[in-house]
């Protein structure tokens, strides 16, 4: 009885963590529905620069998403803002990680272009045109190449390798 008591009050201690596969399939959606990318937005509230860098990232580039979504100009400001520090956050700590350079190749290419956020589009570009074969995992692959072939940054020859 002590042992199922320690471990109830240990879950509901715990922090949630958020399923990254999940977090995957609702991001592509989440581009073109407001509704969804703003639930996302409350999945991710309480991920912090601690947890894991994958979901730091998507933390950040679903903030920056859910900037177009906003009315307010200083809530949309801040909202991209701190979107992109997490995002190059996440680039820093691990920038040899495809997922992350794909998210944020995703708000760059999508950012308006007053924002200038737009100066690793070419680097992220080649480094997932270089590293996409060397992904083991297939859920990173899947998300990576749904993103590319929707993208106008990459041309017809550059698709077909995926």
């Given at each position: 009885?002590?042992?199922?008591?320690f471990l109830l009050f240990f879950i509901s201690i715990s922090p949630f963590t958020p399923d990254l596969d999940q977090i995957r399939k609702d991001f592509k959606l989440a581009t073109n529905d407001r509704e969804l990318a703003l639930a996302l937005r409350d999945k991710l509230e309480t991920v912090s620069e601690e947890d894991n860098t994958i979901l730091v990232a998507y933390k950040g580039a679903v903030s920056a998403l859910t900037a177009k979504y906003t009315k307010?100009?200083?809530?949309?400001?801040?909202?991209?803002?701190?979107g992109v520090l997490l995002l190059e956050f996440a680039?820093?700590?691990k920038p040899e990680n495809i997922e992350i350079r794909c998210l944020r190749l995703s708000i760059q290419e999508n950012s308006p272009k007053f924002l200038?956020?737009?100066s690793n589009i070419e680097e992220d570009k080649t480094f997932i045109l270089n590293h996409y074969e060397k992904t083991k995992s297939k859920a990173v692959k899947e998300f990576v190449k749904s993103y590319?072939?929707?993208?106008?940054?990459?041309?017809?020859?550059?698709?077909?390798?995926?």
């Amino acid at each position: 009885m002590k042992l199922i008591c320690f471990l109830l009050f240990f879950i509901s201690i715990s922090p949630f963590t958020p399923d990254l596969d999940q977090i995957r399939k609702d991001f592509k959606l989440a581009t073109n529905d407001r509704e969804l990318a703003l639930a996302l937005r409350d999945k991710l509230e309480t991920v912090s620069e601690e947890d894991n860098t994958i979901l730091v990232a998507y933390k950040g580039a679903v903030s920056a998403l859910t900037a177009k979504y906003t009315k307010d100009n200083t809530e949309r400001k801040e909202l991209f803002k701190n979107g992109v520090l997490l995002l190059e956050f996440a680039v820093s700590q691990k920038p040899e990680n495809i997922e992350i350079r794909c998210l944020r190749l995703s708000i760059q290419e999508n950012s308006p272009k007053f924002l200038k956020y737009r100066s690793n589009i070419e680097e992220d570009k080649t480094f997932i045109l270089n590293h996409y074969e060397k992904t083991k995992s297939k859920a990173v692959k899947e998300f990576v190449k749904s993103y590319i072939l929707q993208s106008t940054g990459f041309n017809t020859e550059e698709k077909q390798r995926f």
